[in-house]
T-cell receptor, first 111, second 115 residues
Framework: SQQGEEDPQALSIQEGENATMNCSYK?????LQWYRQNSGRGLVHLIL?????REKHSGRLRVTLDTSKKSSSLLITASRAADTASYFC???????????FGTGTRLLVSP | EAGVAQSPRYKIIEKRQSVAFWCNPI?????LYWYQQILGQGPKLLIQ????????DSQLPKDRFSAERLKGVDSTLKIQPAKLEDSAVYLC?????????????FGEGSWLTVV
């Protein structure tokens, strides 16, 4: 079963605006990862945040993790048309030793 | 560095026929995964190999799906007989190790349509 659930399911913004996607999960985790999937392509790893971290940055990406609320957010600043893709969170738990992917947020960035 | 290679990219078959997908992981990656991604959903793990041993196949429909990684490198995923609900993208992926802290590298996927 899928653990993470992204919100919103779809997001449409203009170039230059910021995009925020949220991920909620159900059980305790060791880390949480975000992946991007362009239409018709495989998934590409974006960033990993460990359960003892609260915030992480990578270029225009900012990820936060709130383990008390079992949620994470992905912020893409100054979005570009090339950011148009689906974004998935994936949670890792040492008990299961496997990543479980969420349902994804489809982001459309219009020029 | 070459990525994860998959073939064929697209396949259309009739229900009850069989199909096989092939995957070549990134060189040196011990862990290999097969995921199923139905349109509009996230990837679901079917099977995970560590070298040529199976680590997790709890969500693999074993009555019709089989997978092998005989020499600990390439892998094949077979579906026989196929059902309409097997229409999906089959993603192969690999990682250096099997821990959940490892980055997983995905191939482009094999798109299956069962008619």
């Amino acid at each position: 079963s899928q653990q993470g659930e992204e919100d919103p399911q779809a997001l449409s913004i203009q170039e230059g605006e910021n995009a925020t996607m949220n991920c909620s999960y159900k059980t305790s985790i060791n880390n949480l990862q975000w992946y991007r999937q362009n239409s018709g392509r495989g998934l590409v790893h974006l960033i990993l945040i460990r359960s003892n971290e609260r915030e992480k940055h990578s270029g225009r990406l900012r990820v936060t993790l709130d383990t008390s609320k079992k949620s994470s957010s992905l912020l893409i600043t100054a979005s570009r048309a090339a950011d148009t893709a689906s974004y998935f969170c994936a949670t890792g738990n040492t008990g299961f030793q496997k990543l479980v992917f969420g349902t994804g947020t489809r982001l459309l960035v219009s020029p | 560095e070459a990525g994860v290679a998959q073939s064929p990219r697209y396949k259309i078959i009739e229900k009850r026929q069989s199909v096989a997908f092939w995957c070549n992981p990134i060189s040196g990656h011990a862990t290999l995964y097969w995921y199923q991604q139905i349109l509009g959903q996230g990837p679901k793990l079917l099977i995970q190999f560590q070298n040529n041993g199976v680590v997790d196949d709890s969500q693999l429909p074993k009555d019709r799906f089989s997978a092998e990684r005989l020499k600990g490198v390439d892998s094949t995923l077979k579906i026989q007989p196929a059902k309409l609900e097997d229409s999906a993208v089959y993603l192969c992926a690999s990682s250096l190790g099997q821990g959940i802290g490892n980055t997983i590298y995905f191939g482009e996927g094999s798109w299956l349509t069962v008619v």
